[in-house]
Structure formats: C-alpha cells, structure tokens
C-alpha cells in the first residue's frame, strides 16, 4: 500500500497561484504514475495532471495546459501541482493519486489515493 497525503490547498483570488504537494509514504513501485485530479461539488472527478514518475513525462488537462506545472521531488518522494492564473472554475477539492502503470486520464485507472485538499478560487 502507499498512502499520499495532500497539503497546498486555500483560497485564493482569481489570477492568482498556489502550489500543492503531495507527499507519497509506505510501499512505493520502481515505475508508476503519480497524478492529480479534482472534483468539484456535483461534478465527476476528473483528470488535472500527470507524471511518470521514472522518467518525469508529463500529462496534462486540457484545463490546465499553460497555468498548471506538475513536478517532482524523487528525494521526497513527493509531486508537486503548480498552479497559475487560477480561476474561479477551478475550485474544487483536488486529490493526489497514484498507479504501478503507466499513465491513464481515468480516476478508475488509480489505486491509491490521498483524502484531497479544497481549492476555493474568488473572483
């Protein structure tokens, strides 16, 4: 099992930037996929971004192309979700997650998952 644990989140206004982490812990794999979803209040979880983790390949949203930055820190066992000209649609609980395969834009494709951090964008 790995358990990841979300931290970053608050409020912020629109245009502004926040930077979330996500620290991974326990059992962890030589190549799997960290990624970033969210879900808004009455909305489905839905795919922000991505990393293999071995390699540093990124994938992105089409939501975040251009504002949002995903990283990682290998020494940390931690990623990183850089957010920039944030707007009020991206408000919404926002959750780390993770995978022994390669990438997949699917929330069903993760198996583990951290408990998520809120995102309160104001205009």
């Known amino acids: 099992q790995v358990q990841l644990v979300e931290s970053g989140g608050g409020l912020v206004q629109a245009g502004g930037s926040l930077r979330l982490s996500c620290a991974a812990s326990g059992r962890t794999f030589s190549r799997y996929t960290m990624g970033w979803f969210r879900q808004a209040p009455g909305k489905e979880r839905e795919f922000v971004a991505a990393?293999?983790?071995?390699?540093?390949?990124?994938y992105y949203a089409d939501s975040g192309k251009g504002r949002f930055t995903i990283s990682r820190d290998n020494a940390k066992n931690t990623v990183y979700l850089q957010m920039n000209s944030l707007k009020p649609e991206d408000t919404a609980v926002y959750y780390c997650?993770?995978?022994?395969?390669?990438?997949?834009?699917?929330?069903?494709?993760?198996?583990?998952w951290g408990q998520g951090t809120q995102v309160t964008v104001s205009s």
């Open positions: 997650a993770a995978r022994n395969s390669v990438h997949s834009d699917s929330p069903g494709g993760y198996s583990y």
């Open positions: 990393i293999s983790w071995s390699v540093g390949i990124t």
